[in-house]
């Protein structure tokens, strides 16, 4: 598993199609886009930007019966890119021990956003969808967001939403 850091949800023209872009953080610090479903992204973008809606939406709900139950997100992870279709598992732990849970991966990553849990994608998954952007400064570390998102953006002309959802 390779740890990842949320680069941010983003509309993709002219398909209108919603993705979130993880990032590899460390190694080649691979992209990983994620289409996902519009009410998915308006959930992690808000919990980003730290919106406090007056009454908890899905998501913060979800949150606050695991708080209320004492069992913590330790991890959130992308496992499987299978006919085009992204799979995640949450890593829950509690009283009754460690248990993992099938989730979508925007669920995953929106629940990760509001709790802090790190965001891990399998290596076959990042050789399958991974995208590496490299920097114009071959010193540098870690490109700027904005020069990493104009060579992705070049990179998401190519391809379309059924490319990486089914």
Do not use: C, W
Not at 50 to 71: A, I, Q, S, W, Y
Not at 109 to 128: C, M, W
């Amino acid at each position: 598993m390779k740890e990842m850091e949320l680069v941010g949800v983003r509309i993709e023209l002219p398909s209108n199609a919603p993705i979130v872009l993880l990032r590899e953080t460390d190694g080649e610090g691979r992209l990983l886009p994620i289409f996902i479903g519009g009410a998915e992204a308006q959930s992690i973008a808000l919990a980003m930007d730290e919106v406090d809606p007056p009454r908890p939406m899905t998501h913060d709900l979800f949150k606050n019966v695991l708080d209320d139950l004492g069992v913590r997100i330790e991890r959130i992870m992308v496992t499987e890119l299978r006919d085009r279709t992204f799979y995640a598992e949450l890593e829950l732990k509690g009283g009754s021990g460690v248990r993992r849970v099938s989730s979508r991966p925007s669920d995953a990553v929106a629940l990760a956003v509001r709790t802090g849990a790190p965001i891990f994608a399998d290596e076959s998954v990042l050789e399958a969808a991974g995208h590496t952007v490299a920097p114009d400064d071959p010193e540098s570390e870690e490109p700027p967001t904005e020069e990493v998102l104009d060579q992705f953006r070049e990179f998401l002309d190519q391809v379309t939403p059924e490319d990486f959802n089914g």
